[in-house]
């Protein structure tokens, strides 16, 4: 997901602000489906490695900012994407735009 606090523009100066946040989203370690990719029967026991969230921001000195956000998950649903826009519109008194 791309978050485009104000229209991205073009850059007057080299000074950008930087950031970057990773955060744990493993679900639980036992008694999950496999969602088809292998027998249906079959149910997790374990956690094979963690699963995170990582966002990377970039940002001007004025208060532009872009913002991407990666998961270590195959899918996430449009549900997901709107829950987090709402969480950081009501955080920020700047317009957000999902590209």
Not at 1 to 13: A, I, T
Not at 58 to 80: H, I, T, W, Y
Not at 81 to 90: A, D, G, M
Request: charged share 20%; with cysteine.
């Amino acid at each position: 997901m791309l978050v485009d606090f104000f229209s991205w523009g073009c850059f007057s100066r080299p000074n950008y602000l930087i950031g970057t946040g990773s955060y744990d989203i493993t679900g639980p370690a036992a008694d999950v489906n496999m969602m088809g990719y292998a027998n249906t029967e079959q149910i997790a026991s374990g956690v094979h490695f963690r699963l995170r969230a990582r966002a990377f921001i970039v940002g001007e000195p004025n208060g532009k900012r872009l913002v991407f956000v990666n998961l270590d998950a195959c899918m996430a649903s449009q549900l997901v994407t709107i829950k987090v826009l709402e969480r950081l519109k009501s955080r920020s008194h700047q317009s957000l735009e999902l590209q």
